[in-house]
């Protein structure tokens, strides 16, 4: 299985942006999608996940602003991302679950994109 983000680039603060994800190799129907990003010197943090049944969630600091989505007929997860701001820049890393559950962790994450940066200037 193989996941390939891309979709990231630099913007001013307040302007959007849509990453993509791509996933080949599975059957795109049966994972829960979710992304992360890793921000310079930090750790890589939760940004939303879909269910395989389009569930999502978010983290506080983007909720409003990002939108996850998935089309399954094209094997794609999505993320709008409305009025960025500076503290959004990371890369973005995509990632996908064979789990029963929506993972509540990263470890659970059975499949890994390599990541689309994203820079957002003041």
């Known amino acids: 299985v193989q996941l390939q983000a891309s979709g990231g680039g630099l913007v001013q603060a307040g302007n959007s942006l849509k990453l993509s994800c791509v996933v080949s190799g599975g059957t795109f129907s049966r994972y829960h999608m979710a992304w992360y990003r890793r921000a310079p010197g930090n750790e890589r943090e939760f940004v939303a996940d879909?269910?395989?049944?389009?569930?999502?969630n978010y983290r506080d600091s983007v909720k409003g602003r990002f939108t996850i989505s998935r089309d399954d007929a094209k094997s794609t997860v999505s993320l709008q991302m409305n009025n960025l701001k500076p503290e959004d820049t990371a890369v973005y890393f995509c990632?996908?679950?064979?789990?029963?559950?929506?993972?509540?962790?990263?470890?659970?994450?059975?499949?890994w994109g390599q990541g689309t940066q994203v820079t957002v200037s003041s």
């Open positions: 990632a996908a679950s064979k789990e029963f559950r929506l993972p509540r962790r990263q470890s659970q994450y059975d499949y």
């Open positions: 879909i269910s395989r049944g389009g569930g999502t």
